[in-house]
Antibody, heavy 118, light 108 residues
Framework: EVQLVQSGAEVKKPGESLKISCKIS????????IGWVRQMPGKGLEWMGL????????RYSLSFQGQVTISIDKSINTAYLQWNSLRSSDTAVYYC???????????WGQGTLVTVSS | SYVLTQPPSVSVAPGETARITCGGD??????VHWYQQKPGQAPVLVIY???YRPSGIPERFSGSDSGNTATLTISRVEAGDEADYYC???????????FGPGTTVTVL
């Protein structure tokens, strides 16, 4: 069974760093892209970027380029989304998902709520 | 960058047919995927590559794609279909995935 299990909710202050995770199981990690999607409160889905585990090829939306880092640790089948300096506007639910780059996002994590507030 | 448009809302009576459109330049040449999202839940893929249904998705959900418009059709609408629906494509020019703004389906 394919599963993407994300880390728990986080409450952070502006300027702090954060790394959230997405533990992947149930299929060969190398064969599919892993994407990250943001959903701000009451808003729609925004594609942030992708990583291809086989060769670490990474793509970012122009809106998120330089603001976040997408990475993966193949040894523990876990993808990450990282911020060096959070802003209040980063408050959102973040989803990881299998797919992207012409393939559908067919499996999703449960989402991680990130709250940034002073 | 590639832009997708969707109507903000669609209202439909139970048992009727809901049609949700997704507009984009020559979207008929792209593979369109559709997602259903209920409050507090992660999105669920309901149609991929224009018209294919993933396992477990009812036959009431169908998709089409031609010209500048893709359409998700929900036949014999049920109360449980009330949700937000998003279309999504991969834009080969930018090598980016793009989501539409979403459509809220309300069952009257």
């Amino acid at each position: 069974e394919v599963q993407l299990v994300q880390s728990g909710a986080e409450v952070k202050k502006p300027g702090e760093s954060l790394k959230i995770s997405c533990k992947i199981s149930g299929y060969n990690l190398m064969n599919y892209w892993i994407g990250w999607v943001r959903q701000m409160p009451g808003k729609g889905l925004e594609w942030m970027g992708l990583i291809y585990p086989n060769d670490f090829d990474t793509r970012y939306s122009l809106s998120f380029q330089g603001q976040v880092t997408i990475s993966i640790d193949k040894s523990i089948n876990t993808a990450y989304l990282q911020w060096n300096s959070l802003r209040s506007s980063d408050t959102a639910v973040y989803y990881c998902s299998r797919g992207g780059s012409s393939s559908p996002f067919d499996y999703w994590g449960q989402g991680t709520l990130v709250t940034v507030s002073s | 960058s590639y832009v997708l448009t969707q109507p903000p809302s669609v209202s439909v009576a139970p048992g009727e047919t809901a049609r949700i459109t997704c507009g984009g330049d020559n979207i008929g040449t792209k593979g369109v995927h559709w997602y259903q999202q209920k409050p507090g839940q992660a999105p669920v893929l309901v149609i991929y590559s224009d018209h294919y249904r993933p396992s477990g998705i009812p036959e009431r959900f169908s998709g089409s794609d031609s010209g500048n418009t893709a359409t998700l059709t929900i036949s014999r609408v049920e109360a449980g279909d009330e949700a937000d629906y998003y279309c999504q494509v991969w834009d080969s020019r930018s090598d980016h995935d793009v989501f539409g703004p979403g459509t809220t389906v309300t069952v009257l």
